[in-house]
C-alpha cells in the first residue's frame, strides 16, 4: 500500500513539475514578444510578395498593352502568350524569395536548402535535358518572333501553316490538313514565308509569229490595271520580256509584288487576264501540234 502511495505521489511530482514548466512556457514574455515579431515578419512578407507580384503583372501587362495598340502591328496571341510566360516566371521567382524570407524568420539555415535544392535541379535538369532545351528553345521563338500563329513556315521537309507555338512543342498544318508536331529543341532550320512581301510569277507562251514589240507595249496598258483589280498587289506589275526561247515558242515573263502569301491567288487570276488579253488582241499561243505522215503505197509486182 505504501508502495502505490509512493508511484503516486511520484506521478503527481512530475505533473507538477510538468504543469509549471507548462506555465513558464506559456507566460514567458520574451519567447511571446519573438513570436510575434516572427509571425509580424512572415505577414509582412507574405503582403509584400503579394503587391510585389501583382504590381509587376501590371507593368508586363500594361506593357504588352501598349506594344500592341502602336502603329507597329504584333501578334496579339504571341504578345499575350509571352506577357503570361513573364508574368508567370516573376511570380515563380517572388514566391521563392519570400518562401526563403520567411524560412529565414524562423531561423532555418536556408544555405543548405538552396545548395539541396541546386543539386536536386542539376539532377533533375541531367535526366530532362531534352525537355529543358525544348522549353529554352520555345521561350526564345516566341521572344525573337521567329515566327508567330498564322505565319506559313517550312520546317526541315514540312510546310505549312502554324496552328500553335507552345513553350514545349509547335504544331504545323499542312496543305493536306496534316498536323506537324515538332518539339521545339528539333527546330533547327526555318523557313517563313509570310515576313515578307510575296512575288507573284507568271510566265507565259507566245507564238514566234507573234510582234514582241507589239507586245510590250499593249501589257504596259493592261498591267497598269492590275492594282485596281487584286487589292492584294502592292505596285503595278512588270513585264520582264522574253524569258526564254524554245523550239517551238517565245515565254514572256510578269511579276508583281503582293501581300505576303497571296501570290499564288494573284497568279492564277493574272494567267486567266493574261489568256483573255492576249486573244481579244489577237496574239497567238502556240498549242501541240501533231504531223502525219503517211508513205505512199507501192505498185504490186507483176
Not at 18 to 33: G, N, P, R
Not at 44 to 52: N, V
Not at 169 to 180: D, I, P, Q, R, W
Not at 273 to 296: G, S, T, W, Y
Request: avoid cysteine; aromatic fraction near 8%.
Amino acid at each position: 500500500m505504501s508502495t502505490k502511495q509512493a508511484d503516486l505521489g511520484s506521478v503527481a511530482d512530475d505533473i507538477g513539475k510538468v504543469t509549471e514548466q507548462t506555465k513558464d512556457v506559456l507566460f514567458d514574455q520574451a519567447m511571446w514578444f519573438n513570436v510575434g515579431i516572427i509571425a509580424v515578419k512572415v505577414i509582412l512578407i507574405t503582403i509584400a510578395a503579394g503587391l510585389i507580384v501583382r504590381l509587376l503583372k501590371m507593368i508586363i501587362r500594361k506593357s504588352f498593352s501598349v506594344r500592341i495598340k502602336g502603329p507597329l502591328k504584333y501578334n496579339e496571341r504571341r504578345q499575350q502568350t509571352l506577357s503570361k510566360l513573364l508574368e508567370n516566371i516573376v511570380a515563380y521567382v517572388i514566391y521563392f524569395m519570400a518562401i526563403v524570407a520567411v524560412l529565414s524568420a524562423f531561423s532555418i539555415n536556408v544555405t543548405g536548402l538552396i545548395a539541396g535544392a541546386g543539386v536536386l535541379g542539376l539532377a533533375v535538369g541531367f535526366g530532362a535535358q531534352n525537355l529543358v532545351r525544348d522549353v529554352i528553345t520555345g521561350f526564345f521563338i516566341i521572344f525573337e518572333d521567329q515566327f508567330s500563329v498564322g505565319d506559313f513556315v517550312r520546317i526541315g521537309t514540312a510546310e505549312g501553316t502554324v496552328e500553335e507555338i507552345g513553350l514545349r512543342t509547335t504544331k504545323v498544318k499542312g496543305a493536306a490538313g496534316e498536323l506537324f508536331i515538332f518539339p521545339n529543341g528539333n527546330i533547327l532550320d526555318v523557313v517563313n514565308f509570310s515576313v515578307h512581301n510575296s512575288i507573284a510569277i507568271v510566265d507565259v507562251n507566245v507564238s514566234y509569229k507573234a510582234d514582241i514589240n507589239q507586245i510590250e507595249s499593249l501589257m504596259g496598258d493592261f498591267l497598269g490595271t492590275m492594282q485596281d483589280k487584286y487589292e492584294q498587289i502592292i505596285k503595278p506589275p512588270e513585264f520582264l520580256g522574253v524569258q526564254s526561247l524554245t523550239p517551238t515558242e517565245m515565254v514572256i515573263r510578269v511579276v508583281a509584288e503582293t501581300l505576303p502569301m497571296q501570290h499564288f491567288a494573284v497568279s492564277r487570276g493574272m494567267r486567266r487576264d493574261l489568256k483573255e488579253f492576249l486573244d481579244a488582241h489577237n496574239i497567238e499561243v502556240p498549242l501541240p501540234q501533231m504531223v502525219m505522215m503517211q508513205r505512199p503505197q507501192e505498185a504490186p509486182k507483176k
